[in-house]
Protein backbone atom coordinates (compact mmCIF):
# COMPACT_ATOMS: atom_id res chain seq x y z
CA UNK A 1 0.00 0.00 0.00
CA UNK A 2 1.71 3.01 -1.30
CA UNK A 3 -0.51 5.82 -0.06
CA UNK A 4 -4.20 5.77 2.04
CA UNK A 5 -6.23 8.99 1.21
CA UNK A 6 -9.54 6.70 1.34
CA UNK A 7 -11.19 3.66 0.85
CA UNK A 8 -10.30 3.51 -2.46
CA UNK A 9 -7.01 2.71 -1.52
CA UNK A 10 -8.08 -0.44 -0.12
CA UNK A 11 -8.37 -4.07 -2.33
CA UNK A 12 -10.56 -5.84 -0.06
CA UNK A 13 -12.60 -4.03 2.52
CA UNK A 14 -13.86 -7.34 4.18
CA UNK A 15 -10.13 -8.62 4.11
CA UNK A 16 -9.07 -5.53 5.94
CA UNK A 17 -11.45 -5.46 8.51
CA UNK A 18 -10.48 -9.16 9.08
CA UNK A 19 -7.00 -8.72 9.01
CA UNK A 20 -7.22 -6.11 11.58
CA UNK A 21 -9.15 -7.57 14.03
CA UNK A 22 -6.80 -10.31 13.88
CA UNK A 23 -3.80 -8.34 14.46
CA UNK A 24 -6.50 -6.98 17.50
CA UNK A 25 -5.82 -10.48 18.89
CA UNK A 26 -2.43 -10.47 18.25
CA UNK A 27 -0.89 -6.97 18.52
CA UNK A 28 3.06 -7.61 18.29
CA UNK A 29 3.15 -10.97 15.93
CA UNK A 30 4.67 -7.84 13.66
CA UNK A 31 7.04 -6.25 15.60
CA UNK A 32 10.19 -7.14 13.93
CA UNK A 33 8.52 -5.25 11.34
CA UNK A 34 9.18 -1.60 12.23
CA UNK A 35 13.21 -2.37 13.03
CA UNK A 36 14.86 1.24 11.91
CA UNK A 37 11.51 2.40 10.81
CA UNK A 38 9.76 5.93 11.48
CA UNK A 39 6.36 7.23 11.40
CA UNK A 40 5.70 10.85 11.21
CA UNK A 41 2.63 12.45 13.08
CA UNK A 42 1.39 15.55 11.72
CA UNK A 43 -1.14 18.02 12.55
CA UNK A 44 -2.55 20.77 11.45
CA UNK A 45 -5.45 20.44 14.19
CA UNK A 46 -5.91 19.16 17.39
CA UNK A 47 -6.59 15.91 17.61
CA UNK A 48 -6.88 13.08 20.90
CA UNK A 49 -7.15 9.97 19.48
CA UNK A 50 -5.57 9.65 16.37
CA UNK A 51 -2.79 11.13 17.58
CA UNK A 52 -2.32 8.79 20.46
CA UNK A 53 -4.15 5.27 18.96
CA UNK A 54 -1.07 5.97 15.75
CA UNK A 55 1.44 6.37 18.32
CA UNK A 56 0.24 3.15 19.92
CA UNK A 57 -0.20 0.97 16.70
CA UNK A 58 3.65 2.29 15.51
CA UNK A 59 4.71 0.91 19.14
CA UNK A 60 2.64 -2.02 18.37
CA UNK A 61 4.45 -2.85 14.93
CA UNK A 62 8.09 -1.88 17.10
CA UNK A 63 8.38 1.50 14.95
CA UNK A 64 9.59 4.95 16.14
CA UNK A 65 7.64 7.93 15.73
CA UNK A 66 7.95 11.37 16.28
CA UNK A 67 5.10 14.38 16.02
CA UNK A 68 4.65 17.60 15.24
CA UNK A 69 1.71 20.12 16.03
CA UNK A 70 2.26 22.34 13.34
CA UNK A 71 0.41 25.75 14.52
CA UNK A 72 2.14 25.33 17.91
CA UNK A 73 5.62 23.65 17.32
CA UNK A 74 6.45 24.59 13.86
CA UNK A 75 6.96 27.35 11.78
CA UNK A 76 4.40 29.40 10.32
CA UNK A 77 3.53 27.49 7.03
CA UNK A 78 2.18 28.79 3.84
CA UNK A 79 -0.09 26.41 1.70
CA UNK A 80 -0.67 28.80 -1.55
CA UNK A 81 1.53 28.24 -4.51
CA UNK A 82 3.32 31.40 -6.19
CA UNK A 83 2.84 33.33 -2.73
CA UNK A 84 5.51 36.41 -2.21
CA UNK A 85 5.68 35.61 1.21
CA UNK A 86 6.26 38.88 2.72
CA UNK A 87 3.44 39.16 5.74
CA UNK A 88 2.86 36.56 8.41
CA UNK A 89 3.98 33.00 6.44
CA UNK A 90 7.63 31.61 7.02
CA UNK A 91 7.71 28.16 5.20
CA UNK A 92 6.21 26.63 2.46
CA UNK A 93 4.66 23.47 2.42
CA UNK A 94 6.52 22.22 -0.42
CA UNK A 95 9.92 22.75 1.38
CA UNK A 96 7.98 21.41 4.89
CA UNK A 97 6.51 18.39 3.83
CA UNK A 98 10.06 17.41 1.50
CA UNK A 99 12.04 17.49 4.89
CA UNK A 100 9.31 15.88 7.12
CA UNK A 101 9.33 13.32 4.54
CA UNK A 102 12.97 12.63 4.70
CA UNK A 103 13.07 11.86 8.28
CA UNK A 104 10.52 9.16 8.25
CA UNK A 105 9.16 5.92 6.76
CA UNK A 106 5.94 7.12 6.39
CA UNK A 107 4.40 10.17 6.87
CA UNK A 108 0.66 10.45 8.67
CA UNK A 109 -1.02 14.10 8.31
CA UNK A 110 -3.89 15.50 9.14
CA UNK A 111 -5.30 18.73 7.95
CA UNK A 112 -9.37 20.01 8.10
CA UNK A 113 -11.41 21.67 5.60
CA UNK A 114 -11.58 25.40 5.78
CA UNK A 115 -15.81 25.13 5.44
CA UNK A 116 -15.60 28.19 3.10
CA UNK A 117 -14.59 27.24 -0.38
CA UNK A 118 -16.55 23.96 -0.88
CA UNK A 119 -14.63 23.53 -4.31
CA UNK A 120 -10.91 24.19 -2.96
CA UNK A 121 -11.85 21.74 0.18
CA UNK A 122 -13.93 19.31 -2.49
CA UNK A 123 -10.74 18.87 -4.36
CA UNK A 124 -8.76 18.44 -1.36
CA UNK A 125 -6.09 20.81 -2.79
CA UNK A 126 -3.61 20.69 0.63
CA UNK A 127 -4.04 16.97 0.73
CA UNK A 128 -2.87 16.23 -2.91
CA UNK A 129 0.01 18.75 -2.30
CA UNK A 130 1.03 16.88 0.78
CA UNK A 131 0.84 13.77 -1.59
CA UNK A 132 2.71 15.15 -4.39
CA UNK A 133 5.45 16.74 -1.91
CA UNK A 134 5.99 13.49 -0.05
CA UNK A 135 8.33 11.00 -0.77
CA UNK A 136 7.36 8.60 1.35
CA UNK A 137 3.76 7.02 1.61
CA UNK A 138 0.99 9.05 3.23
CA UNK A 139 -1.49 8.41 5.79
CA UNK A 140 -4.35 10.31 5.66
CA UNK A 141 -5.49 11.08 9.45
CA UNK A 142 -8.36 13.64 7.86
CA UNK A 143 -8.46 15.51 5.33
CA UNK A 144 -11.29 18.39 3.98
CA UNK A 145 -13.35 15.31 3.04
CA UNK A 146 -12.76 12.24 5.15
CA UNK A 147 -11.49 10.17 7.55
CA UNK A 148 -10.67 6.57 6.52
CA UNK A 149 -8.73 5.60 9.70
CA UNK A 150 -12.20 6.35 11.75
CA UNK A 151 -14.32 4.65 9.30
CA UNK A 152 -11.85 1.60 9.21
CA UNK A 153 -12.50 1.25 13.15
CA UNK A 154 -16.29 1.93 12.62
CA UNK A 155 -16.93 -0.55 10.51
CA UNK A 156 -14.46 -2.89 12.29
CA UNK A 157 -16.99 -2.55 15.45
CA UNK A 158 -19.84 -3.16 13.47
CA UNK A 159 -17.98 -6.56 12.18
CA UNK A 160 -17.46 -7.18 15.86
CA UNK A 161 -21.21 -6.94 16.86
CA UNK A 162 -22.71 -8.69 14.11
CA UNK A 163 -20.17 -12.05 14.26
CA UNK A 164 -18.78 -10.46 11.06
CA UNK A 165 -21.71 -9.40 9.26
CA UNK A 166 -23.15 -12.62 9.89
CA UNK A 167 -26.50 -11.67 9.02
CA UNK A 168 -28.22 -8.48 7.41
CA UNK A 169 -28.28 -5.30 9.83
CA UNK A 170 -29.54 -1.58 9.65
CA UNK A 171 -27.03 1.46 10.09
CA UNK A 172 -28.28 4.80 10.76
CA UNK A 173 -26.38 7.75 10.33
CA UNK A 174 -27.94 10.31 12.07
CA UNK A 175 -27.36 14.09 11.92
CA UNK A 176 -27.19 15.39 15.81
CA UNK A 177 -26.66 18.93 16.98
CA UNK A 178 -23.87 21.09 17.70
CA UNK A 179 -22.97 24.39 18.56
CA UNK A 180 -19.77 24.49 15.90
CA UNK A 181 -19.73 24.62 12.37
CA UNK A 182 -18.04 20.75 11.45
CA UNK A 183 -16.52 19.21 8.36
CA UNK A 184 -18.51 16.47 6.68
CA UNK A 185 -15.19 13.75 7.03
CA UNK A 186 -16.27 11.40 9.13
CA UNK A 187 -20.24 11.28 7.89
CA UNK A 188 -18.85 11.04 4.15
CA UNK A 189 -15.99 8.63 5.15
CA UNK A 190 -18.56 6.28 7.07
CA UNK A 191 -20.80 6.38 3.98
CA UNK A 192 -18.21 5.12 2.05
CA UNK A 193 -17.11 2.65 4.02
CA UNK A 194 -20.38 1.40 4.56
CA UNK A 195 -21.70 1.19 1.08
CA UNK A 196 -18.65 -1.37 0.19
CA UNK A 197 -20.41 -3.97 2.73
CA UNK A 198 -23.14 -5.71 0.90
CA UNK A 199 -24.94 -7.01 4.12
CA UNK A 200 -25.21 -3.20 5.68
CA UNK A 201 -28.81 -1.76 4.98
CA UNK A 202 -27.57 2.17 5.13
CA UNK A 203 -29.93 4.88 6.12
CA UNK A 204 -28.92 8.63 6.08
CA UNK A 205 -30.97 11.09 8.33
CA UNK A 206 -30.33 14.52 8.72
CA UNK A 207 -32.54 17.81 8.75
CA UNK A 208 -32.94 19.55 4.78
CA UNK A 209 -30.25 21.40 3.45
CA UNK A 210 -28.00 18.45 5.31
CA UNK A 211 -27.64 16.23 2.89
CA UNK A 212 -23.96 14.92 2.39
CA UNK A 213 -22.64 15.12 -1.34
CA UNK A 214 -24.08 12.41 -3.87
CA UNK A 215 -20.03 11.29 -4.31
CA UNK A 216 -20.17 9.75 -0.70
CA UNK A 217 -23.47 9.05 -0.23
CA UNK A 218 -23.78 7.34 -3.07
CA UNK A 219 -27.36 5.99 -3.35
CA UNK A 220 -27.96 5.66 0.13
CA UNK A 221 -31.72 6.14 1.32
CA UNK A 222 -31.53 9.38 2.80
CA UNK A 223 -34.79 11.22 5.19
CA UNK A 224 -35.52 13.94 6.90
CA UNK A 225 -37.71 12.39 9.26
CA UNK A 226 -35.44 10.81 12.10
CA UNK A 227 -37.62 8.97 13.97
CA UNK A 228 -38.78 7.22 10.84
CA UNK A 229 -34.92 6.32 10.08
CA UNK A 230 -34.92 4.88 13.82
CA UNK A 231 -37.23 2.44 13.14
CA UNK A 232 -35.54 -1.38 13.08
CA UNK A 233 -32.12 0.42 13.22
CA UNK A 234 -29.40 -2.17 14.62
CA UNK A 235 -26.40 0.59 14.94
CA UNK A 236 -27.43 4.39 15.45
CA UNK A 237 -23.95 6.90 14.65
CA UNK A 238 -24.83 9.54 15.21
CA UNK A 239 -22.75 13.01 13.93
CA UNK A 240 -22.84 16.74 13.24
CA UNK A 241 -22.00 18.23 10.53
CA UNK A 242 -22.69 21.75 8.68
CA UNK A 243 -24.78 22.03 5.79
CA UNK A 244 -23.09 21.06 2.42
CA UNK A 245 -24.87 22.98 0.11
CA UNK A 246 -25.06 26.25 2.40
CA UNK A 247 -21.44 25.76 2.51
CA UNK A 248 -19.70 25.01 6.60
CA UNK A 249 -23.26 26.85 7.86
CA UNK A 250 -25.14 25.93 10.66
CA UNK A 251 -28.94 26.18 9.55
CA UNK A 252 -30.35 23.79 12.26
CA UNK A 253 -29.57 24.07 16.27
CA UNK A 254 -32.84 22.23 16.62
CA UNK A 255 -32.62 20.07 19.87
CA UNK A 256 -34.97 17.78 18.85
CA UNK A 257 -32.17 16.06 17.01
CA UNK A 258 -30.11 15.45 20.52
CA UNK A 259 -30.01 11.39 19.91
CA UNK A 260 -32.32 10.58 23.49
CA UNK A 261 -32.76 7.32 25.21
CA UNK A 262 -36.75 7.72 23.82
CA UNK A 263 -35.57 7.50 19.99
CA UNK A 264 -33.21 4.52 20.76
CA UNK A 265 -36.13 2.78 21.97
CA UNK A 266 -37.67 2.86 18.68
CA UNK A 267 -34.76 0.88 17.17
CA UNK A 268 -34.23 -2.56 17.55
CA UNK A 269 -32.19 -2.49 20.51
CA UNK A 270 -29.69 -0.16 18.34
CA UNK A 271 -26.08 0.09 19.62
CA UNK A 272 -24.73 3.77 19.64
CA UNK A 273 -21.66 5.04 17.78
CA UNK A 274 -19.78 8.19 17.77
CA UNK A 275 -16.39 8.97 16.31
CA UNK A 276 -15.39 11.41 20.16
CA UNK A 277 -15.32 13.54 20.88
CA UNK A 278 -19.14 14.38 21.27
CA UNK A 279 -20.61 17.06 23.14
CA UNK A 280 -22.77 15.52 26.21
CA UNK A 281 -26.35 17.24 26.00
CA UNK A 282 -26.11 18.17 22.90
CA UNK A 283 -25.07 15.89 20.40
CA UNK A 284 -26.77 12.61 22.86
CA UNK A 285 -27.96 12.40 26.43
CA UNK A 286 -26.14 10.98 29.03
CA UNK A 287 -28.60 8.13 29.76
CA UNK A 288 -27.55 6.65 26.08
CA UNK A 289 -23.73 7.20 26.21
CA UNK A 290 -23.28 6.51 29.65
CA UNK A 291 -25.37 2.87 29.05
CA UNK A 292 -23.42 -0.19 28.57
CA UNK A 293 -26.87 -1.56 26.65
CA UNK A 294 -26.41 1.25 23.94
CA UNK A 295 -22.70 3.31 23.66
CA UNK A 296 -20.41 1.57 21.92
CA UNK A 297 -18.09 4.40 21.80
CA UNK A 298 -15.37 3.14 23.63
CA UNK A 299 -14.98 0.14 21.45
CA UNK A 300 -14.68 2.13 18.82
CA UNK A 301 -12.07 4.26 20.07
CA UNK A 302 -10.07 1.23 21.00
CA UNK A 303 -10.25 0.41 17.63
CA UNK A 304 -8.67 2.92 16.51
CA UNK A 305 -5.18 1.39 17.14
CA UNK A 306 -6.07 -1.63 15.43
CA UNK A 307 -7.40 0.15 12.15
CA UNK A 308 -4.15 2.64 12.14
CA UNK A 309 -2.25 -0.85 13.18
CA UNK A 310 -3.13 -2.43 9.89
CA UNK A 311 -2.50 0.38 7.49
CA UNK A 312 1.01 0.79 8.65
CA UNK A 313 1.63 -2.73 8.82
CA UNK A 314 0.33 -3.32 4.96
CA UNK A 315 3.00 0.20 4.29
CA UNK A 316 5.77 -1.29 6.08
CA UNK A 317 4.93 -4.92 3.95
CA UNK A 318 5.31 -3.01 0.85
CA UNK A 319 8.41 -0.99 1.68
CA UNK A 320 10.10 -4.11 2.17
N1 LIG B 1 -12.26 10.70 16.34
C1 LIG B 1 -11.12 11.38 16.23
O1 LIG B 1 -10.52 11.49 15.15
O2 LIG B 1 -10.67 11.91 17.40
P1 LIG B 1 -9.52 12.99 17.53
O3 LIG B 1 -9.99 14.22 16.77
O4 LIG B 1 -9.38 13.24 19.01
O5 LIG B 1 -8.28 12.44 16.92
Known sequence: MKKFFSVEDVIDVHDLIKDALLLKQNPYDFHYLGK???IGLVFFNPSLRTRISCQKAAFNLGCNTWVLDVHRDSWTIEMNDGSVMNLTTQEHLKEAISVMSMYCDILAVRTFPNLSDRDYDDREIIFNKILNYSRVPVVNMESATLHPL?????VMTIAEFTSFFRKRCKVVLSWAPHVKSLPHSVANSFSQWVSKIKQIDFT?????????HKK???G???TH?????????DFIYAKNWSSYLDYGKILCKNSDWMITENKMKL??????MHCLPVRRNVVVEDAVLDSSKYSIVLQQAKNRIYASQIIFLRMLQSLS
Open 36 to 38: NKT
Open 150 to 154: QSLAD
Open 204 to 212: ITCPERYNL
Open 216 to 218: FSN
Open 220 to 222: AYT
Open 225 to 233: NQNKAFINA
Open 267 to 272: TNQAKF
